[in-house]
Structure formats: C-alpha cells, structure tokens
C-alpha cells in the first residue's frame, strides 16, 4: 500500500510541476481562502467593538443614573402613593359582605346618573401578591347621555374608596350611545377565604 501511495504522490508531484495552470489555480484558491478568512476576522472585530461600545455606554448610563438623588425622591413618592391607596381598601368580613357593598355603590351611581343602566357583578378574584386583598369587577350596561357618562366616571374616580374603571366600550343603536363598562372596587377580607362564600 506504501508503494501505492508513493506512486500516487509521485505523479501528483509530476502533474504539479508540469502544469502552472494548476499552480496558479492552487494560488487563486488559498487567496481567496485568505481573502474570506480576512474580511470574517475583520467582521468580527467590528462585531466585538461594537458589543463593547453599548456595554460602556449602558454602563455610563446606569453610573449616571445611580448617582442621581431623584430615585430616592421617587422611591419615597411611590410608598407615599401605595400607602394612600392601601388606605382606600376597606376591611370587610367575608366576600359576600364586599360584593353586596360593591353592588350597592355602583347601584347608588347609576341611580344618581344613569336610571336606565344595568349592573351585573362578576366573579371576585384575589389580588396576586396581596394576600387578603380582592378584586370585585361590575358591570354596567345600557342607554346613556354623554352628561350622563361623564357624571358616572367621575363618581366611581373621586370615590374615598379604591375603584378603578378597567374598560368602557360606547356603541350607538339608532343613534342611542349605549355604555359596556367595567368597574373594579377593592376589598380587604378579614376572615379566612376558605369558605363557599370565598371562592371566586
């Protein structure tokens, strides 16, 4: 197999030397190969300058923000915020006790702005990392005038209890703006939420 081999070189050897075709071929291809292997090193380096370039200057920026006094200001205005409306959740016994409450006040509303809406409570629904704390959506539907509107938003809004309107949808039927809207009211149950009375 060695003699094979050595003959199988040999004439490789011979057709090499006897043909400058095929050595200027051999050249073309390692310069191109060199050429490719140039232009992907230098790619890469622009690649790294770049990355390196946006880390130094998020990391300016972070350095920059970090010594500004006005995270604290911030900090201490938002526990300021989540402590007023911590304040506006009322203590109540059970689900049942919030849900009737939350029912009569939007009832109190519509009364006052909307005679001819309609409220259905939805399910309660406990508040993710707020134990305790509920979530009990209403929904009102029906005819409305835009004074009407207006008057029923800003009561539930300026309420001293925590309500929260999460979407209104206005559509008109022969020319009749008709309200789908759902508002949120907030409660903290003092008993255990393990009863039938609990359970969303």
């Keep these: 197999m060695s003699v094979l081999l050595s003959r ?55 350095a920059a923000l970090a010594g500004q006094d006005e995270w604290i200001l911030r900090a201490d205005s938002a526990k300021a915020v989540q402590k007023s409306l911590q304040a506006e959740i009322p203590a109540v016994g059970s689900i049942g006790l919030a849900q009737a409450d939350a029912q009569s006040r939007v009832r109190q509303v519509l009364n006052a702005f909307g005679p001819k809406l309609s409220a259905e409570a939805r399910p309660p629904a406990q508040v993710a990392g707020q134990p305790g704390v509920w979530r009990l959506p209403v929904s009102i539907r029906g005819p409305v005038t835009q004074a009407q509107l207006v008057g029923i938003l800003w009561r539930i809004e300026s309420s001293d209890r925590l309500m929260v309107i999460d979407e209104v ?8 703006p008709n309200v789908a809207m759902t508002t949120t009211a907030y409660y903290r149950v003092a008993a255990p939420a393990g009863g039938a009375n609990a359970r969303p």
Excluded at 24 to 48: C, E, K, Q
């Design 169 to 176: 949808t206005i559509t008109f039927v022969e020319r009749v």
């Design 8 to 62: 199988r070189f040999r004439r490789v050897r011979e057709e090499w030397a006897a043909n400058p075709r095929l050595r200027w071929g051999a050249v073309a291809i390692v310069g191109i190969i060199f050429v490719y292997a140039v232009l992907v090193l230098m790619d890469w380096r622009s690649s790294l300058q770049e990355t390196y370039r946006e880390r130094s200057l998020q990391l300016y920026k972070v």
